[in-house]
């Protein structure tokens, strides 16, 4: 695999340094990478088919809602204040992805039915960036957000259903790792896509709310025995797992250069 870790060259090269290895111009210019940039995970959210919503003002509202719970809730994460942009495009910058999938997925289920495409982009910002609001921010983050948008569009023409919801990238390049990201990001949509609207209920009920099944059978007015079934049917350890493994991917993407 042709991908290094900006951490291990630099370890590499004090060792050199220290064994009187000649350190390359190249080298250098990672040490330089690694004091002066800041990289960023630029989030932008678009809502699908937007104007076929019948009250477009009513969900309008309710996202604001969601948006400002999600800068309070994880006001340490963001670096730049979730906002609506246009009537059906909303955008926020965080400084790690140590709760981004949870961040997007969260949107999602608080604004379900109404679903939502997420273009991610990692990279750095040009622009000074306000921590009140993400709105006017502009670097190659967002240049990479934009374009994972349109890659999903894209695929929405060829694939319909099968398309993905979420994807994520770099601004002008490619990377192994982050392939692997949107492919696992995929196969969650279809795991979700497969949920009868109890089975999402009630793993969604597992992923908000700590305690055991029968909390959960009492919240959802059921037994514990349904729960159990659900939670099966439903592929929940599955996709726990898988969303445990793409959550800790995209925490390690961000030191992949070429």
């Known amino acids: ?26 080298q250098l210019r990672i040490t330089h990478i690694m004091k002066n940039t800041t990289i960023y995970y630029a989030i932008i959210g678009d809502i699908k088919s937007s104007k076929e919503i019948d009250a477009r003002y009513e969900a309008q509202e309710k996202l604001r809602a969601i948006l400002k719970s999600v800068n309070q809730l994880y006001q ?23 709760h981004l999938l949870g961040i ?31 709105l006017g921010a ?18 929405e023409k060829k694939i319909k259903k099968q398309a993905a919801d979420i994807q994520i990238g770099f601004y002008n390049k490619t990377c192994f790792e982050v392939e692997e990201i949107n492919a696992m990001l995929s196969l969650i949509k279809v795991i979700e896509d ?15 709310n700590s305690g055991s099944q029968e909390m959960s059978a009492k919240r959802l007015n059921t037994s514990q025995s349904t729960i159990a079934r659900r939670l099966a049917d439903g592929k929940y350890i599955v996709y726990q797992n898988a969303m445990s493994i793409i959550g800790e991917a995209l925490r390690r993407v961000k030191f992949n250069i070429d």
């Open 104 to 134: 997007v997925k969260y949107i999602q289920r608080k604004m379900y039915p109404i679903e939502i495409r997420f273009g991610i982009g990692i990279g750095e910002m040009f622009t000074a960036i306000d921590h009140e609001s993400a």
């Open 76 to 98: 340490g994460d963001i670096a730049a204040n979730f906002i609506i942009t246009l009537g059906d495009e909303f955008q926020g910058l965080l400084h790690d992805a140590e």
């Open 1 to 26: 695999m042709q991908l290094f870790c900006i951490v291990d060259r630099y370890a590499e090269m004090l060792h050199n340094i220290r064994g009187g290895v000649k350190v390359s111009k190249h």
């Open 194 to 208: 497969s949920w009868s609207e109890k089975q999402r209920y009630t793993i969604w009920d597992r992923i908000d």
């Open 138 to 155: 502009d670097g190659p983050a967002y240049y990479a957000a934009r374009n994972t948008i349109i890659t999903i569009h894209n695929q």
